[in-house]
Nanobody
Framework: QVQVAESGGGLVQAGGSLRLSCAVS????????MGWFRQAPGKEREFVAA????????EYADSVKGRFTISRDNAKRVVYLQMNSLKPEDTAVYYC????????????????????WGQGTQVTVSS
């Protein structure tokens, strides 16, 4: 059974930084493409960032480009989301997702394509 667990959320002032972590257990982590999504109150879940299972290919939403960085450590079975220059509009519950894939370079931006999801971690940015 695959389990996905996010951590690292919290309250931060605008302009500050947070690093989210996502741990995956149960199967070979290096065979999963990974992604981060977020959902603000009253809004649909939206794509934030994604990373391929190997070769480090990444993709970002336009709203976070230049501020957020996704990375992974396959040895530790963890994917990170470094968030800098945070804005109040970044306030949301952040979710980590994993998709089993045979393709080394695929990055997945569509939530419906992911197989496993975490419970989410709240990020609140005050103005």
């Amino acid at each position: 059974q695959v389990q996905v667990a996010e951590s690292g959320g919290g309250l931060v002032q605008a302009g500050g930084s947070l690093r989210l972590s996502c741990a995956v257990s149960g199967r070979t982590f290096s065979r999963y493409a990974m992604g981060w999504f977020r959902q603000a109150p009253g809004k649909e879940r939206e794509f934030v960032a994604a990373i391929s299972k190997s070769v480090g290919r990444t993709e970002y939403a336009d709203s976070v480009k230049g501020r957020f960085t996704i990375s992974r450590d396959n040895a530790k079975r963890v994917v990170y989301l470094q968030m800098n220059s945070l804005k109040p509009e970044d306030t949301a519950v952040y979710y980590c997702a994993a998709e089993w894939t045979l393709r080394d370079t695929i990055v997945v931006v569509t939530p419906g394509e992911y197989d496993y999801w975490g419970q989410g971690t709240q990020v609140t940015v005050s103005s």
